[in-house]
């Protein structure tokens, strides 16, 4: 069966990693094939129908790899997971439950009843009321198929989790009342695996934030939390969520799903399934810091975004629902408390993420005013020399010149225009940035000189990415890239952006580089040919060949499939969109 050959894979890459097999000795990259082979294996178990088991499988590695107790860090991962088994095996509330008792804390009672255990107290605030009555699924006049999609589906959004004996009430296994959902520890115990990177054990969280989010969207082209915004304007978004400027096409997709699929999953059945990722997202920032404190905030903001979309029929900001607005109003809240933290302050990812709200709600000089004061606030430090530093200020100049350029194109204000010129020729000169005051003209000398130095430092990040293939140098190459390709639409059309753009995913090619990393490139740039051929409208032929480029790559993206029936819709000639 398919489960015996994930076991025996397992099984294999553990005994190569730990030296027991004595035969093979591991590779380079080893163990993120574990985390890619751990992360199929519950998209098999979900897609079979063991939901249970699949989230069984993310809690108990999470714990693993995340909450094991100090005083068996010395102890060989065998030892180890017969440890685990004890805490699996005592009915304690696991990671992403509500006041989960993790592994360490759990062990620390069990060694001093009398220790006092400190829970998360960010729990209550995230979670959801999930006590809601079921939904009757009897509708008349569907198919028996139908509603067996439509019983399945309630199912997974009310019974996902595993099903644990509450010894409080004297339960035993035996009163599961759905024996499915019970998950023993040898059921899992195969998959799991000790990462021996912080690196590796931050990946995991991140893969378990987009695997929950993604099955609460209910599309795949939501699946990887990409940044979510309109599809008429280029509004801030984050660098850290794989950015595309195409939200509505996704939205309607993902609408086009629960559709056909029915409204069930849409009850408040699903509020459980939420509920869960709240709270799990709530513990995990209690475990990282620094940088990946704000990556992770940015995937919950965004995360929260895309539901509140989804609630409402129209995804334009001056259209949004009365539970839409007190949901931003609550989300914003949120993000202002953890901006108060004085370590957190000048974080500029967490500053874009706030102004991606405020776009998000229509307050689109609000999201501008932001990140000018921390574009100002960044450069007059002067040109920062740390790699993550140099990542996070080329991704605010290109949000805050994406909004400028929405702007302009929305409203043909030239000075919106002008204002996105100076941003791009400050970020190549590597000067103060100033927001506040009358908006400064550009000399065309300064301008040449700003394209040269944008496109030697493109070339200089795309060489040193090629060198070390370092993750954040890769980060970099996709802002400083996107700056380089705005600046040439600016100043000499989309011929000379296209060039640029293709010129990055061509090196990028070359140097092995993730799909995921090409895809945001394409998405990028069909962002802005989109929108400039939305406002100005011209031969639909870049467009098109952009669309279909970006199709044969990636063709089951569900947003630019969207955006390329849309664009041939229009001439009313269905040739091209029914061709395979």
């Not at 025996?8 to 590779?27: R, Y």
């Not at 499988?57 to 440890?83: K, M, R, Y």
């Not at 100049?397 to 010129?421: C, M, N, P, W």
Request: net charge negative; proline share 3%.
């Amino acid at each position: 069966s398919v489960q015996s050959l994930y076991n025996k894979c397992f099984t294999t890459l553990t005994n190569i990693v730990d030296g027991t097999m004595k035969s093979h000795t591991p590779e380079e990259g080893t163990e993120n094939t574990v985390l890619d082979l751990f992360c199929s294996h519950c998209h098999f178990l979900w897609q079979a129908g063991h939901a249970e088991r699949a989230v069984a499988c993310f809690q108990a590695q999470i714990e693993f790899n995340w909450f094991c107790p100090a005083d068996f860090e010395s102890t060989p991962s065998s030892g180890q997971l017969a440890f685990l088994e004890t805490y699996w095996d005592s009915g304690a509330p696991q990671f992403g439950h509500l006041h989960a008792q993790h592994w360490n804390q759990w062990f620390a009672k069990q060694k001093d009843p009398g220790i006092s255990v400190s829970l998360s107290k960010s729990d209550e605030s995230l979670a959801v009321d999930d006590s809601s009555e079921d939904v009757d699924l009897a509708i008349p006049g569907i198919s028996t198929s139908h509603g067996w999609v439509l019983t399945e589906r309630h199912r997974e959004a009310t019974d996902f989790l595993p099903w644990h004996p509450d010894a409080t009430k004297g339960e035993t296994e035996d009163d599961c009342p759905d024996p499915d959902r019970l998950v023993f520890f040898d059921d899992i115990s195969s998959s799991l695996f000790k990462f021996s990177t912080p690196d590796l054990k931050y990946q995991l969280l991140i893969r378990f934030i987009e695997f929950f989010s993604g099955l609460r969207l209910l599309c795949n082209g939501l699946c990887q939390l990409k940044a979510l915004t309109n599809t008429d304007s280029l509004q801030p978004r984050s660098s850290v969520v794989y950015d595309s400027v195409l939200y509505g096409a996704a939205v309607q997709g993902a609408q086009c799903v629960t559709h056909h699929i029915g409204e069930s999953y849409k009850q408040p059945a699903s509020r459980r399934l939420t509920s869960f990722i709240r709270c799990a997202c709530s513990q995990i920032l209690d475990v990282v810091v620094g940088h990946e404190y704000a990556d992770v905030v940015v995937k919950v903001v965004d995360f929260e975004l895309s539901l509140l979309r989804l609630a409402g029929k129209s995804q334009h900001p001056k259209k949004l629902t009365k539970q839409q607005k007190d949901g931003l109003k609550m989300l914003k809240k949120w993000l202002k408390a953890i901006l108060k933290v004085p370590a957190n302050r000048n974080n500029l990812t967490l500053w874009v993420a706030y102004s991606y709200i405020e776009a998000s709600a229509g307050n689109y000089a609000e999201a501008s005013q932001v990140l000018g004061a921390a574009l100002e606030q960044a450069t007059a430090k002067g040109t920062p020399t740390d790699a993550v530093a140099k990542m996070e200020l080329a991704m605010v100049f290109r949000t805050y010149v994406e909004a400028e350029i929405s702007a302009f194109l929305e409203t043909g204000d030239h000075q919106r225009k002008q204002q996105s010129l100076v941003s791009l020729v400050v970020f190549a000169e590597g000067t103060t940035f100033h927001h506040r005051g009358q908006v400064s003209t550009v000399s065309s000398t300064r301008v040449v000189k700003a394209q040269r130095l944008c496109n030697e430092r493109m070339t200089s990040v795309l060489n040193q990415y090629t060198t070390s293939k370092e993750a954040v140098l890769l980060e970099t190459v996709i802002e400083v890239s996107t700056c380089c390709a705005l600046l040439q639409y600016l100043t000499k059309g989309t011929h000379e952006c296209l060039a640029t753009f293709r010129t990055a995913i061509e090196q990028l090619k070359l140097s092995d580089a993730s799909s995921l990393s090409i895809k945001r490139l394409h998405m990028a740039l069909i962002g802005v040919l989109w929108c400039d051929w939305k406002a100005h409208p011209s031969p639909q032929r870049i467009v098109r060949e952009v669309l279909l480029e970006a199709l044969q790559i990636f063709p089951d993206d569900i947003q630019v499939a969207t955006l390329y029936a849309e664009l041939e819709n229009r001439l009313h000639v269905v040739g091209r969109l029914r061709r395979p």
